[in-house]
Nanobody, 118 residues
């Protein structure tokens, strides 16, 4: 089993920045990719960004391009999501997830709340 632990959420004003971290608990675990997702109240969970663990190739949802940056530190086995120019619409619980098979995200963290005030 892989444990994913998100951190860094909280309250920020619109236009501000926030950085989220996702730590995995087993360094020897062979992840294909790690992704960030979010779920706002009353809405379905949506994809935010992803990064392949070996090559560092990144993928972004349209709303995240230009504002969010996903990165990873292989030595720390940790991924990050830097969010800039935050908007109230970015308010959601943010989850990180690990993809082992490359076909789906099999492991999920517990989520961290991000609230953007107007």
């Amino acid at each position: 089993q892989v444990e994913l632990v998100e951190s860094g959420g909280g309250l920020v004003q619109a236009g501000g920045s926030m950085s989220l971290s996702c730590a995995t608990s087993r360094r020897t675990f062979n992840k294909h990719a790690l992704g960030w997702f979010r779920q706002a109240p009353g809405k379905e969970r949506e994809f935010v960004a992803a990064i392949t663990w070996n090559s560092g190739t990144t993928y972004y949802a349209t709303f995240a391009k230009g504002r969010f940056t996903i990165s990873r530190d292989n030595a720390k086995d940790t991924a990050y999501l830097q969010m800039n120019s935050l908007k109230p619409d970015d308010t959601a619980v943010y989850y990180c997830a690990a993809s082992i098979s490359a076909a789906s995200y099999e492991f999920w963290g517990q989520g961290t709340q991000v609230t953007v005030s107007s």
